[in-house]
DNA sequence: CGGCCTTTTGAATGTCTTCAAAGTGCGTGG
DNA sequence: CCACGCACTTTGAAGACATTCAAAAGGCCG
């Protein structure tokens, strides 16, 4: 459980994530930049494996993922899981802007994580929003654009072959994180067990393992020790049907 | 496509149904209600198969669903289709309380259906919320069960087998038609075509159909032209690992 | 070096899809 | 009123896709 340091998946915070990529979405005045950054300087860590949000939890303290991944999964009875989404970092998470909202589903640590208190923000945007448009702005595409990666996730898993889905799963990811700057074009680090995406992807881990081979055979990606490297991008993306979602009218980018 | 009258899914609006269904969520004044059934004055009729609201369509008119059955999808390039939701009678549509927001799938009738346009009460809860608190509430929590909703899918899709999935479908439908007064304790009337559930609940249509018949020869449901029986609640529910959802602290009845 | 977690492999099995065709129900037009 | 057409449901058979079980190989840490 070790392995993220070496992948260059360092905890070390970056305050800038959440500024970086809420422009995408609107510009942002310095003011509302500083509020951003300033969110840094109360932070938590948590090992792999915490439960950040239990299920049912009320959802009043919002949080910012400043370093490492998490998940919000659901899991049955007899121990099949499905992740419904993963939270990287520059995300929000347990940040609803509904009043008495509950969490839906439990969201738990998949790395080592540090995570910072996102209330200030909240705040900001429901108490005063004439003063932050910009990061009201933001927050709101932000939310519309969590819809549309479940709608996505759901195309996927409902409709899509274990090819494809992998295929747009490693897009997917590639295209959130490069939004924060931690991928390139064509390579992602990825810092998660073949069984952790094997639940996210609604696949068993064999066959999700052996899709992931083929994909390899096939020229289109290199997979080793949770760096993904996209030899086709171009290739990938139309095998996944993948496209860039849109959320609102005006966003200045939503890829 | 004209059975639908047929099975007591008649066409009359019924102007109390969103307020039935709110009921369940919050307390709502006299004047709440009113300015509810006052939506059932500026109503349209669509035939089925009528794309009610097209993906990327800004989403400034939010519609009630007074009558039929739609659906919001995606469709791939080579055909294959993923339902996301139902939306049933009662039900609030293109209903987004972000500003300058843009549907993110497609919205069709799958029936013949009325709608009204919901406008005044999208303006009640943004512009004049503190005068409509019921309204807002209840609306708020709508909108996380409708998220609740779609996790739900999810995990129906990824995790669950296709018997599980038919009868979770089956349970979550008449838990919603119940809301309104559409359903009874042990019985639904669900106008779908095999192929739409199928596509809902990612299964070939060959499949689903034997799927059910799977559920009929257990003498779980009884199922002919549209009216679901349920014969063993139950026992149903523990099939699917059906639950009712929880969105908000202090919902009266998530169920 | 040894232990544990993760990835990989093989083989058998099961679930689900596809293709094709027959059966059924309902509305329309003759 | 019956016959026809069309959409939907049902059936059969073959094959593809994905899972399960079991075990081996690889990598990392103590």
Known sequence: MERWRA????????ADLIA?????????????IALLESLAQHTDESAAGTELIREGQSLDSPRLMMAG????????????????????????????????????????????VVTADASPLATAITKDAASHPGLTQACYATVGLNEAYLLNQLVRVGRQTA????????????????MVGLAGEASVAIPLTQEIMADALGLSVVHLNRTLQQLRRNQLIEFKGGMVRLLQPQRLAEI?????????ETARAAA
Chains 1, 2 share one sequence.
């Open 7 to 14: 992948l260059g998946l360092d905890t070390s915070p970056h």
């Open 20 to 32: 970086q990529r809420l422009s995408h979405f609107a510009e942002l005045s310095g003011r509302e």
């Open 69 to 112: 991944w998490a998940c919000r999964y659901r899991t049955l009875p007899d121990g099949r899981r499905q992740i419904f989404k993963f939270i990287l970092p520059g995300d929000l998470f347990g940040f609803c802007l509904r009043p008495k909202a509950v969490a839906l589903t439990a969201t738990i640590a998949l790395t080592p």
């Open 163 to 178: 090819y494809e889905r992998t295929a747009h799963f490693i897009l997917e990811i590639r295209e959130r994180l490069s």
């Open 240 to 248: 996944a049907n993948f496209r860039a979602p849109h959320v609102t």
